[in-house]
């Protein structure tokens, strides 16, 4: 590889190019992929090869239950015979009738939305390898659905399954798709050649581009609002935004973004930023901008997020506006941090907060979504021993499992897109956004999993103790704004809607919880001025959250308005805005978004 210019193949790899370009050889592919199918005979043995074949050939290969038993049996899971037989039986049956109706012209019925185009219909072979790549992923699903186990074991059984269904689709490789080879003919190869460079330059770059990454720039194109740093130390650095009102409510608000990615996800671009807006509606905004962990600060705790971070930002915050109590937000993982800290504050006597937004946030764990296949006591030990105690935890590892949740859409039609169809990915400012990770601290990660995912400690009155100081949610009186998003596969709505018995507990009828439309990103960035999606409000709480959603009424738009309302309610009197940031202490540092959030993993 060229390393002066990563984006140029090397010589050999020219030479193909050169050789792949030539549109006479594209040309010919339909009638060799025909020869090649006309060839092909029924299996002899009518059961899906496991592993599926690269590059498609969509015959089945042998099977061996014996083996499968044995691994299933490894896992503490079983399957049996008489299962066993009926599916294999149902999938011969299945495989006869596919074989048939290609050998008679038929088309088969393609469902898979990326085998959709009409290319795949247009010839037998293709025809053939996407219908059998759907009958083999129908199988192995019903397979993985027909061992019995744990429902631990069965998610992770199922999760694995899917992972592998989803890599092997024929969509994903040049020599079955059909798509991708009409377009290097259209293109006379510049399709191909485009692809190669844009994979060889995201080899070097460690991950696949999901966005046009040059359109972008910190502090420029995103995370942009007018503000200072006023205060920093080892996690963290505190940003107070410039007024764009002359009078702004007396009780400030501090946001608690999430230490997962950058808070810039609540300042992406002017019209789409819920920093600005909420700067809009007349409040002062204040943010912690979390540093993106090095080996400096590898040995760091959940108690120095705790305390060190968050309790330290509500004081600084009090002390800047000479306000005894504050609002406070806090997004995800951000939000229990954030809860954390109020209740150690509730347990020293002191009650900060006027208010308490929770967006997409745990504090009940009991149903942890899809990224419950990456957690159990083998793996957090592994993790442990690892990084418990000096260690970082990748950002990179965050982004590959968060997209294996979801690889369809974040990863394998990227693929297809980028490298088999050499497209330029468009400039879109989340997807930016999610490129842009960040390292955690070994021992405050471990902690955060082990006491929140796996024992699910933190609802619970005492369980925790930090700082010296037992935890108890119930002890946060503050009236709480929940917000949850529907299809939210990171934080479910329902674990979100626990949350509504463990804030303010005397008075649950001062909280309120909203359900959004959408998923765990998008929902929450939702602007209140483009008038999208919807929401869900009822504002009696009930004890069961299909009950509340049952007698919710539907409203169009952004929830941001109702949060919006409940904010000002709790935001006090209207006041001169502030000349300048900071105080005669906490004096300015270095313009917004300031120097920690611009620190990319290596």
Known sequence: MNKQNPQQPSPDVSAWLAQMSDPKFWASLPSQFQSQFQHLQPPLQPFPNMGFPFG???????????????????????????????????????????????????????????????????????AFQAAAYQLNSRFLLTLADAVKGTDKVRHKLRFAVQQMIDAMSPANFLATNPVAQQKIIETRGESLTKGIAQL?????????????????????????SEGSVIYENELFQLIQYTPLTKTVHAVPLLIVPPCINKFYI???????????????????????SWRNADASVDGATWEQYVDGAVVNAIHIVQEVSKQPQINALGFCVGGTILSCALALLAARGEDP??????????????????????????????????????????????????SSLR????????????YLKGETPTAFDLLYWNADSTNLPGPMFCYYLRHMYLENALKDPGRLTVAGEKIDLHKITAPAFIYASREDHIVPWKSAYASVALIN??????????????????????????????????????????????????????????????????????????????????????????????????
């Open 56 to 126: 498609g050939a969509a015959s089945a290969g042998e099977f061996d239950p014996s083996s499968l038993m044995k691994q299933l049996g490894e896992l503490g899971a079983s399957l049996d015979a008489a299962d066993m037989l009926r599916l294999q039986q149902d999938y011969a049956q299945q495989f006869s009738e596919l074989w048939q109706s290609v050998m008679s012209a038929k088309t088969p019925a393609i469902t898979d939305r990326r085998l959709s185009a009409p290319a795949w219909q247009e010839s037998p072979y293709f």
């Open 200 to 224: 060889l330059a995201d080899l070097q770059k460690g991950h696949i581009s999901q966005t046009d990454e040059t359109a972008f720039e910190v502090g420029k194109d995103v995370g942009a």
């Open 266 to 288: 609540l300042d992406l671009q002017p019209q789409n930023s819920l920093v600005r807006y909420t700067v809009e509606q007349g409040h002062t905004v204040f943010l912690i």
């Open 353 to 402: 907060v006027s208010s308490l937004t929770l967006l997409t946030t745990f504090l009940d764990f009991s149903d942890t979504g899809a990224i419950d296949v990456y957690i159990d006591e083998m793996q957090l030990a592994m993790r442990e021993q690892m990084i418990g105690k000096r260690g970082l935890m990748a950002g990179r590892d965050f982004s590959s499992a968060f």
């Open 407 to 418: 690889p369809n859409d974040l990863l394998w039609n990227y693929v297809e897109s980028n």
């Open 505 to 602: 507990a005397s008075r649950h009828a001062n909280n309120r919880f909203v359900l959004g439309a959408s998923g765990h990103i998008a929902g929450v960035i939702n602007p209140a001025s483009k008038n999208k999606r919807n929401y869900w409000i009822n504002d009696k709480l009930e004890a069961d959250p299909d009950a509340w959603f049952a007698k919710a009424k539907e409203h169009p738009g952004s929830w941001w308005t109702e949060w919006a309302a409940f904010l000002g309610k709790h935001a006090g009197r209207k006041v001169a805005a502030p000349k300048a940031a900071g105080s005669a202490k906490y004096k300015k540092i270095e313009p917004a978004p300031g120097r920690y959030v611009k620190v990319r993993v290596d």
